[in-house]
């Protein structure tokens, strides 16, 4: 858990709170579809409940946060510059609600998905 002291008294965030920005970052990044689940036990969990922490794992270490995304692209998309535009979207989003430092964003790839065109 983050913690942070300040002369009032001390601050503390939860690894929750960080997902659910990390989420809706992610999904407003351009060729994101959506997140896909980390394993089939939190694809199962996923589908019981809607949980905004779904495809994504956050980690404090030291005195910075790492965190993994997992995601479904768009099939016609470059998937390094999606990936690359999710990292930059999701390390300037934390850093700017938050305050804590992002040491790494690993994007996981885990599916392509096609549109209707009609």
Known sequence: MGQEK?????????????????YHSALQSYGVVGLAPKNI?????????????????VQFVNDGLNIDVFIIVEYGTR???????????IRFSVEKNIGLKVN???????????????
Request: glycine share 6%.
């Open 41 to 57: 036990a939190e694809g199962i969990t996923s589908s019981i409940t809607k949980e905004p922490s779904r495809g994504v794992n």
């Open 79 to 89: 998937i390094a510059s999606v990936a690359n535009s999710i990292q930059t979207a």
């Open 6 to 22: 300040t002369t009032l008294g001390s601050i503390h965030i939860s690894p929750s709170a960080i997902a659910a920005i990390v």
């Open 104 to 118: 790494e964003v690993n994007v996981h790839v885990q599916g392509l998905r096609i549109s209707n065109s009609d």
